[in-house]
């Protein structure tokens, strides 16, 4: 009997044990998935954040269209081409260099952009793999957990 009390009462120290590491578990489980969530909310902020600049340059690109309808006939583009050659003679700056300023600072700004959310989707996808395994090693502790209790049970009787 005093062989069955020694191996109840180690059971009972090993399922104490088991469930003090289920509920670290349960923590990392719960941090992790808060994490998440607080990835998710700041994705969503930047990808709102985003979205309001996509709006804002499409609001600028729409300005840039009327301009463009609003362009000279080809007469007048030969006249001011002419026009435009003698002053970039005697000026330094180039009249076309500011259309083609606009289109690299959007472009390098797509590109900021496009990795920065690049960035935010793996750093979403590393915590959803992250809460996956957490998961597997709750559900594995659990599992260990159910066991030790039948098994208490058993010694119990």
Same mark, same amino acid.
């Given at each position: 009997?005093?062989?069955?009390?020694?191996?109840?009462?180690?059971?009972?120290?090993?399922?104490?044990?088991?469930?003090?590491?289920?509920?670290?578990?349960?923590?990392?489980?719960?941090?992790?998935?808060?994490?998440?969530?607080?990835?998710?909310?700041?994705?969503?902020?930047?990808?709102?954040?985003?979205?309001?600049?996509?709006?804002?340059?499409?609001? !600028?690109?729409?300005?840039?269209?009327? =301009? $463009?309808?609003?362009?000279? /006939?080809? %007469? @007048?583009?030969?006249? *001011? #081409?002419?026009?435009?050659?003698?002053?970039?003679?005697?000026?330094?700056?180039?009249?076309?260099?500011?259309?083609?300023?606009?289109?690299?600072?959007?472009?390098?700004?797509?590109?900021?952009? !496009?990795?920065?959310?690049?960035?935010? =989707? $793996?750093?979403?996808?590393? /915590?959803? %793999? @992250?809460?996956?395994? *957490? #998961?597997?090693?709750?559900?594995?502790?659990?599992?260990?957990?159910?066991?030790?209790?039948?098994?208490?049970?058993?010694?119990?009787?």
């Amino acid at each position: 009997q005093k062989v069955l009390q020694s191996l109840l009462d180690g059971a009972q120290q090993r399922a104490a044990g088991l469930e003090r590491e289920l509920t670290a578990l349960h923590r990392e489980v719960a941090e992790g998935e808060e994490r998440l969530r607080r990835l998710e909310i700041e994705r969503a902020a930047e990808r709102k954040e985003l979205e309001g600049t996509i709006a804002a340059k499409a609001v !600028e690109l729409e300005g840039l269209h009327e =301009r $463009l309808a609003r362009c000279p /006939s080809p %007469e @007048e583009v030969a006249e *001011l #081409r002419e026009r435009v050659q003698n002053v970039e003679t005697v000026e330094v700056g180039d009249v076309h260099a500011a259309s083609t300023d606009l289109e690299r600072r959007l472009l390098q700004k797509q590109r900021t952009l !496009e990795g920065q959310l690049t960035e935010a =989707r $793996l750093r979403a996808h590393d /915590s959803q %793999e @992250e809460a996956k395994v *957490l #998961r597997g090693k709750l559900e594995i502790a659990e599992d260990a957990r159910k066991d030790l209790r039948n098994l208490v049970s058993q010694l119990e009787l």
